[in-house]
């Protein structure tokens, strides 16, 4: 029986995934191992949630790996929902911002209050005092830095660009693609019978849903993009680090992204062939016939029978590609094949390319088609590839070269045409995937279950009720405990630990002492709550001497943020 994937849904508060092995799979992403871990080693110190497998997808993140160790510009952007209190599962994000800070990003927020009305009615003068007091506090009191690193912070309701861009996205998607992604409309479980026997049942679908929140994905897909406009940087690489929940909106993202240039870069796989091509197009049949008659001259042979009998072509032409392919099993040594026709065609040889795979660049513009490609020829001529052909008829530029191709200083080259030409251009924003944390009562951590939670306004005194009184992995008797040893993975108190304490040593002996029964979950408790006690009492010192040194208000009062008074506000 086919498996269904998992449904991910954004804006779901009981998510919980069991296995994030098949999620890489199911999604198509990459797993964030120990190799790339051991390449973040070369440039940088890894971040503890990458060490402890936290971080365990991303895509491209390779991509800012690399600026990182060259020292390039890339933004790192997050967004923050202002529907509710800020509690431990969101810090997971604050200490990856300080972490791209830190490597050279700039960092850009973005208040989702438009998300927030559309998904949950809240009008901007109540989303915006959650922002500021909730979010945007306690990210300074964590150490996002805002004196040293350009930070940004915007509401969505205040930037005009914003809205523009998505609605110009809306128009490159249909409704039938969207509910693909996220599933708006769901069937229910009722159907309505039919009097016909013969006829099948009719399913009943919900169409309640908002049709702003419809909407709303292509305002989060301008979220990400827009840091991109000249206005505020211009095209540059970007990251967004989030849980595998928000992936649905990465996904569109990097969709819209790449359907918005105007070179679109394929690279066309052979399948088990080796392609000869010719560049005489004047006189691609002719080119063809010598080409094939020394193939078989030297002994290959254009059909071998299988075991049940069939013919199987060696040879194939592609007369619409000007080419000929080769099965690989009939090709003992490609250099064979060169050294053969650089005899025989002579003067000729020089027409024609050998490859396994070949990069098609694509015009998708339908003005000055021949000057982007003729653009695109110089600037890969300049990158040091000289085997190419330009077909303006057919809007694209072919690229062979067996030597090393750099895909990516190929697609930034074309990028920079695009941008300098004027054109709106975006790179493919990379992203990276953290697990989600379990609450402590063993479901999601929430901020609409206040026991599944320890919030970062909470007392001291409510932070050692809420860990007291945490699903454990432990035993039914300390006897037990001890002989059988307990079960961390089952534990919401070494979740906390695992996902929060700075010391990875006391995390990794944590973990050992409780398999081996040497620790019991009572000592165990009372260890976290010494740490977390002490470190929230840190963090409310922190906020209270943001907000009494006015340093707060200088930096909300600085950025794009609705003010009282404004139109918005209601």
């Known amino acids: 029986m086919r498996r269904e994937k998992t449904r991910i849904d954004p804006w779901a508060r009981d998510i919980v995934i069991e296995d994030y092995k098949q999620q890489i799979t199911d999604w198509g992403l990459s797993p964030f191992d120990d190799e790339l871990i051991k390449n973040v080693q070369k440039t940088t110190t890894p971040l503890y949630l990458m060490k402890r497998g936290i971080l365990f997808a991303h895509r491209d993140f390779d991509i800012i790996l690399d600026c990182i160790e060259k020292k390039k510009l890339f933004v790192m952007i997050t967004g923050l929902m202002p529907s509710g209190k800020m509690h431990l599962g969101h810090k997971l994000i604050v200490d990856q911002m300080k972490w791209y800070q830190e490597n050279g990003a700039d960092l850009v927020i973005a208040i989702s209050d438009i998300e927030a009305w559309m998904a949950r009615g809240m009008p901007p ?36 660009e914003l809205l523009k861009l998505s609605m110009a996205f809306s128009g490159r998607k249909t409704f039938g693609e ?79 992204a790449e359907k918005w240039r105007v070179y679109n870069f394929v690279i066309t796989e052979e399948n088990g062939y080796v392609a000869i091509y010719t560049t005489d197009r004047e006189k691609a049949d002719e080119s063809l016939d010598s080409l094939e008659k020394a193939l078989v001259d030297m002994g290959i ?56 795979n070949r990069i098609g660049i694509f015009v998708r513009a339908d003005k000055n088609i021949e000057k982007l490609l003729s653009l695109a020829r110089d600037t890969l001529k300049n990158l040091g590839y000289n085997k190419m052909d330009v077909i303006p008829k057919y809007r694209a530029l072919y690229l062979y070269d067996n030597t090393d191709i750099k895909i990516k200083k190929i697609e930034e080259s074309l990028i920079t045409i695009e941008s300098d030409l004027g054109l709106p251009v975006f790179y493919k924003p990379a992203s990276t995937y953290n697990k989600l944390i379990r609450g402590l009562t063993g479901g999601k951590m929430s901020s609409s279950d206040l026991n599944s939670a320890i919030f970062l306004t909470d007392s001291p005194d409510v932070v050692e009720y809420k860990i007291k009184n945490a699903q454990t992995g432990g035993r039914e008797t300390i006897t037990q405990q001890k002989e059988k040893g307990g079960e961390p993975t089952k534990c919401m108190i070494y ?39 002490e470190w929230i009492m840190a963090l409310h010192d922190r906020r209270e001497k943001l907000i009494l040194s006015g340093e707060l208000e200088a930096l909300v009062d600085s950025q794009d943020i609705i003010k009282k008074g404004d139109p918005l506000w209601w």
Not at 142 to 159: A, C, F, N, P, T
Not at 198 to 211: G, Y
Not at 218 to 236: C, E, S, W
Request: one cysteine or more; hydrophobic letters at 35%; a neutral charge.
């Open 495 to 533: 979740e906390l630990l695992l996902f929060n304490h700075p010391s990875d040593e006391f995390v990794k002996n944590t973990y050992a002492s409780c398999v081996s029964g040497s620790l019991t979950c009572s000592e165990c408790k009372q260890k976290t709550i010494e740490y977390f006690k």
């Open 125 to 160: 003068s109540v989303t915006t005092k959650i922002a500021i007091e909730e979010y945007i506090t306690n990210y300074l009191a964590l150490g996002i830095d805002y004196k040293k690193h350009k930070v940004e912070i915007y509401s969505q309701w205040m930037r005009p």
């Open 301 to 356: 042979e254009k059909y071998t029978m299988t075991e049940k009998g069939e013919k199987e072509a060696n040879i194939t032409r592609m007369p619409n590609a000007t080419a000929i392919l080769i099965r690989n099993k009939a090709v003992s040594d490609m250099s064979w094949i060169q050294d053969y026709l650089r005899d025989y065609l002579d003067r000729d040889y020089e027409n024609y390319y050998f490859s396994n």
């Open 178 to 256: 969207m509910n693909s992604i996220y599933g708006f409309i769901k069937p229910t479980a009722n159907y309505i019978p039919s009097e016909d026997l013969k006829k099948k049942p009719t399913q009943v679908f919900d169409w309640s849903i908002s049709a702003g929140k419809t909407f709303f994905p292509f305002i989060q897909v301008a979220d990400i993009l827009h840091p991109q406009l000249k206005r505020y940087g211009g095209p540059r690489p970007v990251v967004v680090p989030v849980g595998i929940d928000q992936d649905p909106h990465l996904r569109l993202t990097r969709d819209i």
